[in-house]
Structure formats: structure tokens, C-alpha cells
């Protein structure tokens, strides 16, 4: 697969972006196959098991989830992802983000969840997906609507989490946060 073009990187807690809201997405065309490359390789070059389109600057609801840990015949690429169902149950497990230099905390998830969405080919579709699955999709549809793990997070260990990350962040040279 050739390079994609330079133009989308990942973006860092304290970016807007990540505080956005996403618009849906109303054609998947070659712009938007061009995006999920990029993310694609983003989330392949820093490994990350998924990606939402806010981390790499654009403010579209695409999701991209590693397909191992999805079940099997779900789409990697979720266009206008939403979660239609949620159980009582939850799984208290560590969570991280690309955006916060992969910085771990344990957080509440539920256990599964049921999330209608689009494929790239337009065909509307649904995943039902348990543990780490549930909390990929989760995680990253979060995104889609402005909101970073940390959010789920008392204050005090979000304040943890947020000064670990700007104490990396600033250590890999990335700059001054």
C-alpha cells in the first residue's frame, strides 16, 4: 500500500479537534476511503487497536477498530457508528488512548454492546461485541462526540493521567504541554 499523502497526523490531548463534535458522514467516497488509509496507518504506526477520524483531524463519524477483536463479519471501518444497546454489566479494565501517548488508567466499561453503523459500501450493518471489543467501539464512537476516556475519570485521576501524559509528551520532544 503506498504512502498516504502527509496530511493527517495524530492529534494530542489538549487539540480542539479532540473536543469536537463529528458530523455524520452522508457519502463514503474517495476522500473518505483516502481518510481511513491514513488511519489505517496512524493507528498501525503507533499500535493502537483502533482510531477515530477526530485523532487524525478530521471531524467525521468514521471509526476504525482492529478486526481481531471484533467479532466475526464485522466491519473494521464503521461509517455513522451508534450504540444502540448497552449492558448493565460492567468490566473494570485498563484503558488507554493514542492520543494521550497511551497512557493506561482502569476504567468502567460495560461488558457488551450493540452498535448499528454503515460499512464502507454503504450497506447498513450491526456488531454486538463483548470485553475488549465493547470497550474499542465505545472508546472510539466516545470520540466521535468530543469525549476522551479521561472523561469517565473522578478528577483526581484525570488530573494523573493528564500530567502523566504532558510529562511524556515533553520528554518525546512533541512540545511544551
Same mark, same amino acid.
Given at each position: 500500500?503506498?504512502?498516504?499523502?502527509?496530511?493527517?497526523?495524530?492529534?494530542?490531548?489538549?487539540?480542539?479537534?479532540?473536543?469536537?463534535?463529528?458530523?455524520?458522514?452522508?457519502?463514503?467516497?474517495?476522500?473518505?476511503?483516502?481518510?481511513?488509509?491514513?488511519?489505517?496507518?496512524?493507528?498501525?504506526?503507533?499500535?493502537?487497536?483502533?482510531?477515530?477520524?477526530?485523532?487524525?483531524?478530521?471531524?467525521?463519524r468514521?471509526?476504525?477498530? &482492529? +478486526?481481531?477483536?471484533? $467479532?466475526?463479519?464485522?466491519?473494521p471501518?464503521?461509517?455513522? @457508528? =451508534?450504540?444502540?444497546? *448497552?449492558?448493565? /454489566?460492567?468490566?473494570n479494565?485498563?484503558?488507554?488512548?493514542l492520543?494521550?501517548?497511551?497512557?493506561? &488508567? +482502569?476504567?468502567?466499561? $460495560?461488558?457488551?454492546?450493540?452498535?448499528?453503523?454503515?460499512? @464502507? =459500501?454503504?450497506?447498513? *450493518?450491526?456488531? /454486538?461485541?463483548?470485553?475488549?471489543?465493547?470497550?474499542?467501539?465505545?472508546?472510539?464512537?466516545?470520540?466521535?462526540?468530543?469525549?476522551?476516556?479521561?472523561?469517565?475519570?473522578s478528577?483526581?485521576?484525570?488530573?494523573?493521567?493528564?500530567? *502523566?501524559?504532558?510529562?511524556?509528551?515533553?520528554?518525546?520532544g512533541?512540545?511544551?504541554?
Open positions: 500500500m503506498p504512502a498516504v499523502k502527509r496530511k493527517y497526523r495524530l492529534h494530542y490531548l489538549d487539540d480542539p479537534v479532540l473536543r469536537e463534535k463529528s458530523v455524520p458522514v452522508d457519502e463514503f467516497g474517495e476522500a473518505e476511503a483516502e481518510l481511513v488509509r491514513a488511519m489505517a496507518e496512524i493507528a498501525a504506526a503507533h499500535r493502537g487497536v483502533g482510531l477515530a477520524a477526530p485523532q487524525a483531524g478530521v471531524l467525521q468514521i471509526i476504525l477498530v &482492529t +478486526p481481531s477483536i471484533l $467479532p466475526e463479519g464485522a466491519a471501518v464503521l461509517v455513522n @457508528p =451508534e450504540v444502540v444497546w *448497552r449492558s448493565p /454489566e460492567t468490566e479494565e485498563e484503558e488507554g488512548c492520543s494521550l501517548l497511551s497512557v493506561m &488508567t +482502569p476504567l468502567a466499561r $460495560p461488558a457488551r454492546v450493540v452498535v448499528k453503523y454503515t460499512d @464502507p =459500501e454503504g450497506r447498513e *450493518r450491526e456488531v /454486538e461485541a463483548e470485553g475488549f471489543g465493547a470497550r474499542a467501539l465505545l472508546h472510539e464512537i466516545d470520540h466521535l462526540d468530543g469525549v476522551l476516556f479521561i472523561d469517565h475519570l478528577r483526581l485521576k484525570r488530573k494523573f493521567v493528564r500530567d *502523566r501524559f504532558r510529562k511524556m509528551y515533553r520528554e518525546l512533541l512540545g511544551t504541554r
